[in-house]
């Protein structure tokens, strides 16, 4: 049976890459993405729907949930693939700050929102996180937004661990009524990630050396789409944070139910969310 596969961050980069290796196996896939002319492109070439959202407006993020209900009887994945590191400390629209939204809030409230199509498809539900959520946090539970203390780098790995936080979480509320969740690094991924941002990431993403050390999106995207294809219990284990398809380890702080309950908690507040 052809699956529905919703993947965010996919008008380039490894969510682009998964998109087209889905198509190719006969999936369906919708390809959602910030910049209007990219998403387009990507879906066109695929022969896919497509959606524009940006994350950095929570707005948009409704409309995107609504469109997708409307449109789609089953949603078998969400891949949260979307995602990204900023330079100085900005506040969205929102009024909240910038890379917190857009690699957890938005995300948080994109699931929530479809949450009970993803129960009745029992769904499976794919954070991009990333080797930061281990080597770069200072995870505050008071301090999600960095107001006492900031950096681009902790808060991109406060961003990836709360991705794991919420997978956690996600499998410990849901798990049981057959929702399958599941985390992954991608690898350090040859793209344009990292371009708006400046110091070490615009060094490491943009310097000469870059893209002969990195891993292709061709690759990074095969990560995401191992965990699209697999069957959760069988090939994966919901709950679990994965790098080069094995099970691997992240911050210490992710096995920690209640910092996942509370940031779980927190966010649903921020996000006006019934809880």
């Known amino acids: 049976m052809t699956r529905t596969i919703v993947i965010t961050g996919a008008s380039d980069g490894i969510g682009a890459a998964s998109a087209k ?60 693939n979307a995602g990204g590191v900023f330079g100085e400390r900005t506040l969205t629209k929102d009024g909240y700050e910038t890379t917190f939204q857009v690699n957890h809030l938005a995300p948080f ?34 301090d999600l937004q960095g107001e006492r203390r900031y950096s681009s780098t902790a808060a991109y790995g406060n961003g990836k661990l709360a991705n794991v936080l919420f997978t956690k979480e996600l499998h410990r509320r849901f798990g049981e009524f057959g929702l399958s969740a599941a985390a992954f690094h991608p690898g350090v991924i040859a793209s344009n990630f990292g371009a708006s941002s400046g110091g070490p990431w615009k060094f490491l993403y943009g310097g000469p050396l870059a893209k002969s050390l990195m891993t292709s999106t061709a690759v990074g995207g095969a990560r995401l789409t191992w965990l699209a294809l697999g069957k959760p219990g069988i090939d994966w284990e919901p709950g679990g944070f994965y790098a080069n398809n094995k099970p691997a380890r992240t911050s210490r702080l992710a096995d920690d139910p209640m910092i996942a309950r509370q940031l779980w908690e927190r966010s649903a507040v921020l996000v006006d969310l019934d809880d």
């Open 109 to 142: 409230l994109l699931t929530n929102l479809l949450l009970e199509r993803l129960l009745q498809s029992q769904a499976s539900v794919i954070q991009t996180s990333s080797a930061a959520a281990k080597l770069f946090p200072r995870f505050d539970i008071n």
């Open 21 to 80: 290796q889905l198509v190719q196996v006969g999936e369906e896939v919708v390809v959602v993405g910030r910049n209007p002319e990219k998403t387009a492109r990507v879906a066109r070439s695929l022969g896919v729907d497509s959606f524009v959202a940006d994350f950095s407006d929570l707005a948009q993020v409704r409309e995107l949930a609504a469109s997708l209900l409307e449109r789609y009887p089953r949603i078998d994945v969400l891949a949260n």
